[in-house]
DNA sequence: CGGGATCCGTAAAGATACTG
DNA sequence: CAGTATCTTTACGGATCCCG
């Protein structure tokens, strides 16, 4: 983006200069969404080469709004300074500016199995859910093989696991329908109950998860701006 | 930006396709700051080509968020729909943070004498000014020829007049300074009387204008998020 | 496996000139 | 006034490789 940027004065200006190049405004969303390491960074930034993310996490670094030093594991973990932390109304407002004025055919025209669930790993709501071990698995059927079968293992007082191969566990709820659907739930645009009742979604397994889905799936936090479906 | 752009069905995402792309979020200042004719936006976007600029519209046009019509006289015009208005949390935001999280010293190494002027074209309030045709020179001594001199024509009844070249008519106050200090005045971090107590800022002409000059000369519409001097 | 660096082809943007 | 046209420079994407 840069040679010498936009060379004007304006706070706009400068703030356009930090955020407005490729990618920028996704990489800091996946830190205000709390992944703090290089590699869980590129799982919400599938297409982003590895090259330009170091490259934006120096450029976040020497701007102020990253720090990159090792976590108590002893890995590199980047986290917010203050100034990237004052960057979240931004990015909110940029959701909810979407959700309310995009199509949301031209979003559900993007599907992405990875980006899916690895969000829905972040906001799941263990509280409702039996106080054991819960694995379930999620089916797409109509997607590549790849992205065909995940897996959410929910284990008491432990981080929610999203595995995308077997982990081997016997299986708590099966869930299956297509990407476009669930995806659909995740924003708000769809609910558990309507998808169940149309046959768009099939819940097979504990009959008290499958009961409380809608509560322990949580929703994108971008999803309360949605527009009514029209 | 685009080839596909970031395939991901967020609606951060999808807000940052349309809004990050290289002086996407100025033209939309401008834009919302109420220009409205393509030479109009070239003054504030000074280092935009004409073909960018073009091109941008008609992305804009056809994402729904600027509206082209001839306006009254018959000249193209180009507005905001609603969609594009709801920007304007966004883009305030950013002008917010830049006040607050980047060092005034770099914004000031971004000097720009037209688009400080044009700005304050825009916002000059005619209100406590005498209710005649007034007649305002800025000299910034220390620049280049085509930036030394402007005028504002300011009548009653009219839009404030911006000119580079002397329009002839009797100039009623002279405001001589070095443009660092006009664009640190403009943009809150210093103030009209400061600046004339350390001599950095000359008033020679009428008494009742000078004196009222912090008034008439209003503010950049982001200088209330300025940080206090350090 | 985490955290990158390198190389090369393509796409976007800048500079400048020109036009209906 | 409201843009095009053309040419050069820069940024980005994608594949591959490296190293502790």
């Not at 599907?111 to 906001?123: E, F, N, T």
């Not at 009742?197 to 322990?216: F, H, P, S, V, Y």
Request: aromatic share 8%; proline share 6%; charged share 25%.
């Amino acid at each position: 983006m840069n040679q010498a940027g936009y060379a004007q004065f304006c706070p706009v200006s400068m703030a356009a200069e930090v955020l407005c190049t490729r990618w920028t405004i996704l990489l800091l969303r996946e830190l205000l969404f709390g992944s703090t390491r290089f590699n869980d960074l590129r799982r919400g930034l599938a297409r982003m080469s590895p090259a330009l993310l170091s490259q934006r996490l120096k450029e976040l670094e020497a701007e102020g709004i990253v720090r990159r030093a090792p976590g108590a594991s002893g890995v590199l973990e980047y986290h917010l300074t203050p100034a990237g932390e004052a960057l979240r109304p931004i990015v909110e407002a940029m959701g909810f500016w979407g959700q309310r004025w995009i199509d949301s055919e031209l979003s559900l025209q993007k599907l992405d199995a990875q980006l899916l669930m690895w969000d829905m790993r972040r906001r799941l709501n263990p509280a409702p859910m039996p106080r054991r071990r819960c694995t379930i698995q999620f089916q797409y059927p109509e997607r590549p093989e790849t992205e065909r079968l995940w897996w959410l293992v929910v284990e008491p007082g432990k981080p929610v696991d999203l595995c995308g191969i077997d982990p081997g566990f016997e299986v708590d709820l099966y869930v299956a329908s297509d990407l476009r659907t669930m995806t659909a739930i995740w924003m708000g645009q769809d609910t558990v109950r309507a998808a169940l009742g149309a046959d768009r979604l099939k819940l097979i397994g504990d009959r008290e998860l499958a009961a409380q889905m809608q509560t322990w799936l949580g929703l994108s936090s971008l999803a309360y701006a949605a527009r009514p479906a029209a």
